[in-house]
């Protein structure tokens, strides 16, 4: 079983990452792709947190699994939302969006 300074180590260089791409870019889809990157630093962190703590429990497993599928599901939203801006010519740059016209 790895250590876990290593996973926490993996979790906190994904969340560097992450707050780079919203710190760095104004496009609407890096922003929220860059917060599903923090979402699953949180939720590798979660699990080896479970895993540390138990013994043999596969559980921290099966949460998880759970926890990305509530990602992909995100991911999908993200995806449809993204068409539907694009299919209305909506300008993808947050500082614009608040200015938007239906």
């Known amino acids: 079983m790895l250590d876990i300074v290593y996973i926490m180590g993996a979790c906190i260089a994904l969340l560097g990452v992450a707050l780079a ?3 760095t870019d104004r496009h609407f889809v890096i922003i929220m792709l860059a917060v599903e990157v923090m979402l699953v630093a949180s939720m590798v962190a979660t699990v080896a ?3 540390y703590a138990s013994d043999a429990d ?3 497993f099966v949460l998880l699994a759970a926890l990305w599928a509530v990602a992909a599901t995100e991911t999908i939203a993200l995806v449809t939302f993204y068409v539907y801006m694009k299919y209305r010519g ?3 740059d947050v500082t614009k969006l608040s200015r938007m016209r239906w």
Do not use: Q, T
Request: net charge negative; glycine share 16%.
């Open 21 to 23: 791409g919203i710190i």
């Open 49 to 51: 947190f479970i895993s």
């Open 58 to 60: 596969p559980m921290g």
């Open 90 to 92: 909506v300008d993808f």
